[in-house]
């Protein structure tokens, strides 16, 4: 039972990288205006870029742990880090007002599943953590 345990870990870790870099070289927002100025997506992606630091120090640092209770609180940490990043874009912070723009249509739905599939394995870990350490 303790490889599903190790196996979740990685799940976040990667999950938590993808949202991490991915934000910043994949699914980024616009690009910049003509003038070098940026457009009010620019700080969404950068906020997250930001909860994708944190979550990603929080998934490495676990691994350093075996004690099911410190891993159950980091990984509540992350459930909430990832809420928030989840919501972030057009919602805490406002996107472009064209909805086709590529803050809209790539940025925007690829951090709330990044977001939601945190939550959700890490859920899962921390049940899977409770039962292998039985706290």
Do not use: Y
Request: proline share 2%; with cysteine.
């Amino acid at each position: 039972m303790k490889k599903t345990g190790l196996i979740l870990d990685i799940i976040l870790f990667m999950l938590s990288t993808a949202l991490c870099f991915g934000t910043k070289f994949v699914f980024h927002a616009c690009a910049p205006k003509e003038d070098g100025g940026w457009m009010v997506c620019h700080w969404a992606e950068q906020a997250v870029f930001g909860l994708g630091l944190v979550l990603f120090f929080l998934s490495s640092v676990m691994f350093a742990f075996k004690d099911g209770k410190t891993k159950s609180g980091m990984i509540l940490a992350m459930e909430a880090i990832a809420a928030l990043a989840a919501i972030l874009p057009n919602h805490l912070i406002n996107l472009c007002m064209m909805t086709d723009m590529r803050c809209h249509s790539v940025m925007k739905p690829a951090v709330l599943i990044l977001g939601i599939l945190i939550m959700i394995v890490g859920v899962i870990a921390i049940i899977i953590h409770r039962k292998e350490n039985d706290v």
